[in-house]
């Protein structure tokens, strides 16, 4: 158990240009999460995957948000057309889908988009 | 709606006193409850979880948390604080389905 992975940890570009983060879970657990965190604030629900299907988007997710996850392994989450506003660590969780574990998530270490 | 509200933003103790981080959710089903630590540029760590089993839950590095129904609480706490625990911390509130809530953190400050 190597825990959740995620790449980069860092990224800065430029406003208009698109970015892809990347993130491996933890390989036996079966849900996988995207959040949000800006400065101050707690991780905020951006998408959910059951294996391989995106089952719920957070209204914080536009059009220009698109996440995969590929044969229930990795995922990634792409940023077309990245704002200013979208500056923010972006958090990769897992959890194993079983009765009695409250969904317990464990976090990657994130990856900080900076959009200049 | 579900929410989780962490009293006090930040919260600063010295060393050697008691921590106090206080959390409170607002929902009627019986809750799984989590608290994380978050360090500068990390990701979130699971310190402890409350699922119904005992109310006083014992967590890591000395942390323990005890829920309160009738409050509609869970607040950390750890009777002697160390520089090390200077960090982020985040309740959560998880009631079924695939949401977790997580309150907005509480930064702790550790004077030597």
């Known amino acids: 158990d190597t825990g959740v992975s995620q790449d980069p940890r860092h990224k800065i570009t430029k406003r208009g240009q698109n970015v892809t983060f990347r993130c491996d879970p933890i390989?036996?657990?079966?849900?996988l999460y995207w959040y949000r965190q800006t400065l101050g604030q707690g991780p905020e629900f951006l998408t959910y995957?059951?294996?391989?299907?995106?089952?719920?988007k957070s209204r914080l997710l536009s059009d220009r948000f698109s996440a995969e996850r590929p044969k229930g392994s990795f995922s990634t989450l792409e940023i077309q057309r990245t704002e200013q506003g979208d500056s923010a660590m972006y958090l990769c969780?897992?959890?194993?889908?079983?009765?009695?574990?409250?969904?317990?998530?464990?976090f990657g270490p994130g990856t900080r988009l900076t959009v200049l | 709606a579900q929410s989780v509200t962490q009293l006090g933003s930040h919260v600063s103790v010295s060393e050697g006193a008691l921590v106090l981080l206080r959390c409170n959710y607002s929902?009627?089903?019986?809750?799984?409850l989590f608290w994380y630590v978050q360090y500068p540029n990390q990701g979130l760590q699971l310190l402890l979880k409350?699922?119904?089993?005992?109310?006083l839950v014992k967590g890591i590095n000395g942390f323990e948390a005890e829920f309160k129904k009738s409050e509609t609480s869970f607040h950390l706490t750890k009777p002697s604080a160390h520089m090390s625990d200077a960090a982020e911390y985040f309740c959560?509130?998880?009631?079924?389905?695939?949401?977790?809530?997580f309150g907005a953190g509480t930064r702790l400050f550790v004077k030597a």
């Open positions: 969780a897992s959890s194993l889908a079983i009765g009695g574990s409250g969904n317990e998530q464990f």
């Open positions: 390989s036996e657990h079966n849900r």
């Open positions: 995957f059951q294996n391989e299907a995106q089952l719920e």
């Open positions: 929902s009627s089903v019986p809750p799984y």
């Open positions: 409350y699922t119904s089993a005992a109310t």
């Open positions: 959560a509130h998880y009631t079924g389905g695939f949401k977790t809530i």
